[in-house]
């Protein structure tokens, strides 16, 4: 069945950057778009990027200048990459496929804090 | 970037009303348009797409509809388990963008 599982370090130091990998199963990286979305404690969501079937790359507005996402196929992963990290990037990272975000990721909790 | 205006951001109603949430799109977005509930420490669940079209599962009381850049999404007699958080996402044009939430507590 379509599984996500986002991985990762719960704790980032200011300044530093975040990696997060989401690792997929049940369906091909090639035919489907994933995107990156994330939560803050108590707050919205936040649409981030997304990698589209075809490796090319859409970010939000916002954060275009600190983030990259990329893929390998071959281990079915998709990676998320965002520098200069600061206390308003704590949150909750999700990971999502497009259809309809009919399948999500359990999430990842990063905080950010020296 | 296309800016979704939910309201309200927080509502409290009772078990058997008809609660209806709305998003306000900036830009025409067609019928491009997703809802989503979420419950506290889960991941979000799309409730219904395309506007109007309910997901798989979804119970027949959620409704969706379109009048004008107005979305709603409507639940016609309210549940317990209904209480949680619900976002619409617009996926017209990229950067796809979230309203800001809406908290919907059971008096």
């Known amino acids: 069945q379509v599984q996500l599982k986002e991985s990762g370090p719960g704790l980032v130091q200011p300044s530093q950057t975040l990696s997060l990998t989401c690792t997929v199963s049940g369906f091909s990286l090639t035919s489907y778009n994933v995107h990156w979305v994330r939560q803050p404690p108590g707050k919205g969501l936040e649409w981030m990027g997304r990698m589209r079937y075809n490796g090319d790359t859409s970010y939000n507005s916002a954060l275009k200048s600190r983030l990259s996402i990329s893929r390998d196929t071959s281990k079915n992963q998709v990676f998320l990459k965002m520098n200069s990290l600061q206390t308003d990037d704590t949150g909750t990272y999700y990971c999502t496929r497009a259809g309809y975000f009919d399948y999500w990721g359990q999430g990842v909790m990063v905080t950010v804090s020296s | ?107």
């Open chain 2, 1 to 107: 970037d296309i800016q979704m205006t939910q309201s309200p951001s927080s509502m409290s109603a009772s078990l058997g009303d008809r609660v209806t949430i709305t998003c306000q799109a900036s830009q025409d977005i067609g019928n491009n348009l997703i809802w989503f509930q979420q419950k506290p420490g889960k991941s979000p669940r799309p409730m219904i797409y395309y506007a109007t079209n309910l997901a798989n599962g979804v119970p027949s009381r959620f409704s969706g509809s379109r009048s004008g850049s107005d979305y709603s999404l409507t639940i016609s007699s309210l549940e317990s388990e209904d209480m949680a958080d619900y976002h619409c996402l617009q996926y017209k044009q990229y950067p796809l963008t979230f309203g800001s939430g809406t908290k919907l507590e059971i008096k």
